[in-house]
């Protein structure tokens, strides 16, 4: 049985990337196939792949999840957004000295005020007070929120964070981490790849503050995994189908698009359309029936991600690949650099 401390490892402080390489396609890229290891760079990527080959990626955008403000009764409060339900409310963790009790209104940036209504799966439910009637959570922490920077991130949010921590693609508001797997791309990039006749399709995955979230069970089989909400356009359904009917491969950008695609594929092997939450947790054992390679960076040690790649290309293998890794100084996490994963067979 596969334990906690099976996907721990050592890292140097030095190698977690504090701010972004000084061009997104300008990273390095570990090529990991099998058990032979490749360390190139991302532009090289455009010769890993061909004609045919479908690029899945995942549009979401990062908003400004975090908000500071004071409780009724005059505390420091942080809140980090989870996930905006509708215009009016929001899940969120909340951060005091005391945690705020139903029914108690927390004043965010001195602009607004939220009532805390209960707790769900953990979180705090907010529901914003009556104000301005055309105000909304989006506008809201647009206007008064702070980019949510991962916690290895030392800096405060600067302005290059604002670009470089939201992908180029970025379409759909409502993730609080980057899907950072897609950091890497320029338009110049998907330029070349789209010349190339390479084919890209999007999905949508909004990755939540629980991607943060510690392992706390010694026995990874009884951690609960948190929920985030996807959604799978027909077309892309439909690239992934064509590209199967005539023998390309199926390529995920980030853990988040294979998260999504996995949890809407069905019991034939073929993705369904449209929207859904998944709490799909993925570990060595697991059998992969959509992506055929895996686009993803560094990740954190004990973290489901770590555990997520581990199924991907076998324990043995991702162990090889961090040490490598680390011996060879990339650059790990959010800015770090990128590896594609060649799927380990059945």
């Not at 190139?40 to 792949?49: A, K, R, Y």
């Not at 705090?124 to 506008?139: H, R, V, Y």
């Not at 890209?200 to 939540?208: P, Q, S, Y």
């Amino acid at each position: 049985m596969l334990t906690l401390e099976d996907f721990d490892f050592s890292l140097p402080d030095r190698l977690i990337a504090q701010h972004p390489a000084a061009k997104r396609a300008a990273s390095r890229l570990l090529h990991v196939d099998g058990g032979r290891l490749s360390d190139l760079h991302f532009s090289n990527l455009p010769e890993l792949l061909l004609p045919g080959d479908l690029l899945v990626m995942n549009d979401t955008k990062v908003i400004k999840a975090r908000l500071f403000g004071q409780k009724d009764s005059g505390g420091q409060v942080e809140v980090m957004l989870e996930r905006i339900v509708d215009a009016r409310h929001a899940l969120a963790q909340v951060r005091a000295s005391k945690s705020p009790k139903a029914g108690a209104c927390l004043r965010l940036a001195d602009a607004f005020t939220v009532r805390v209504t209960g707790r769900t799966d953990g979180f705090f439910a907010l529901e914003l007070e009556d104000g301005d009637a055309a105000a909304d959570f989006w506008s809201l922490a647009e206007a008064h929120g702070r980019l949510p920077l991962p916690p290895y991130i030392t800096h405060a949010p600067e302005a290059e964070d604002e670009s470089r921590y939201q992908t180029v693609y970025a379409r759909h508001p409502g993730a609080v981490a980057a899907p950072t797997a897609g950091l890497h791309f320029d338009d110049d990039m998907l330029a070349l790849l789209e010349k190339q006749g390479i084919r890209m399709a999007r999905l949508t995955l909004h990755v939540g503050a629980g991607t943060y979230q510690p392992v706390r069970v010694t026995q990874i089989a009884e951690h609960k995994m948190h929920r985030e909400c996807y959604e799978v356009p027909a077309a892309t359904a439909a690239a992934i189908r064509e590209t199967r009917d005539a023998g390309g491969r199926v390529v995920a950008v980030g853990t988040t698009s294979l998260r999504a695609l996995e949890s809407a594929v069905d019991g034939a092997g073929a993705v369904r359309t449209g929207a859904g939450e998944t709490e799909i947790f993925i570990t060595p054992g697991y059998q992969f029936q959509v992506a055929d390679r895996l686009m993803t960076n560094f990740h954190l040690p004990k973290s489901t991600l770590l555990m997520l790649v581990s199924a991907f290309v076998g324990m043995e293998n991702i162990r090889a690949a961090y040490a490598h890794a680390i011996r060879h100084d990339y650059r790990f996490f959010s800015y770090g650099d990128a590896m594609l994963l060649e799927r380990m067979p059945p």
